[in-house]
């Protein structure tokens, strides 16, 4: 998607450990406009195969899931992440190893609005390890729910996440995908 890439280029700065900081338009700041290219980008691509429901992980993942969400005319539910080891019946639960932040956390979805049966698309703001997917994954796999694919808004594409899912079968479809991000220097694929 050029106009994200563009926006990447603009805005986009590299912290140590190969993160790349999109505070101005996608991780503190909201570019709307954008967010909803990115929303219908995502409807267009999963389009017609019978999704019921957007799952994502607070809280960078709201943004352009709602927007898909809006796009497809569909909720959109958002994973909690605890630090707790909290045990609860009412929830489905997955541990997530978070790669900005370096700790395990455990997200949860309320079984209350989860159906088996149903078909979820998931979307998230970055693929690095594929941590997050993996976990949302598992939790769809507990529930009896067909997971349809991921809408990735970025993906690092030189860390091992996208390339592990797809072996696994999963649609991936990111955004923008990047090679490198050496040097303080963003390359895309
Ligand atoms: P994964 O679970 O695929 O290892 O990492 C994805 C999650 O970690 C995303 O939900 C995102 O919040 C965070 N993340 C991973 N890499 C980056 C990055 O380079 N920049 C930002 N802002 N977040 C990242």
Redesign the pocket.
């Known amino acids: 998607m050029q106009e994200l890439k563009e926006k990447i280029e603009k805005y986009g700065t590299v912290?140590p450990?190969?993160?790349?900081?999109?505070?101005a338009f996608?991780?503190h700041q909201v570019d709307t406009d954008l967010m909803y290219k990115v929303g219908q980008e995502f409807a267009k691509h999963f389009a017609d195969q019978g999704i019921t429901k957007i799952w994502t992980?607070e809280s960078?993942?709201i943004a352009p899931a709602v927007m898909t969400g809006l796009a497809m005319h569909l909720p959109v539910i958002f994973a909690r992440k605890h630090k707790s080891l909290t045990l609860n019946n009412n929830m489905f639960t997955a541990d997530?190893?978070?790669?900005?932040?370096k700790t395990t956390n455990r997200i949860s979805i309320s079984k209350k609005y989860v159906e088996a049966g149903e078909k979820v698309l998931l979307i998230?703001?970055?693929?690095?390890?594929?941590?997050?997917?993996?976990?949302m994954m598992e939790i769809a796999d507990q529930a009896g729910v067909q997971v349809a694919g991921a809408g990735i808004v970025?993906e690092?594409s030189f860390?091992p996440?996208g390339k592990e899912l797809r072996d696994k079968g999963v649609e991936v479809y990111s955004l923008a995908q990047?090679k490198s991000?050496e040097d303080g220097q963003v390359e895309f694929v």
């Not at 450990?17 to 505070?23: F, I, M, Q, R, S």
């Not at 997530?96 to 932040?101: A, C, E, G, N």
């Open positions: 912290l450990g190969n993160v790349l900081k999109v505070d996608l991780n992980v960078s993942g997530v190893y978070s790669y900005t932040k998230d703001d970055f693929l690095a390890n594929g941590q997050a997917v993996e976990g970025i690092k860390q996440g990047i991000l």
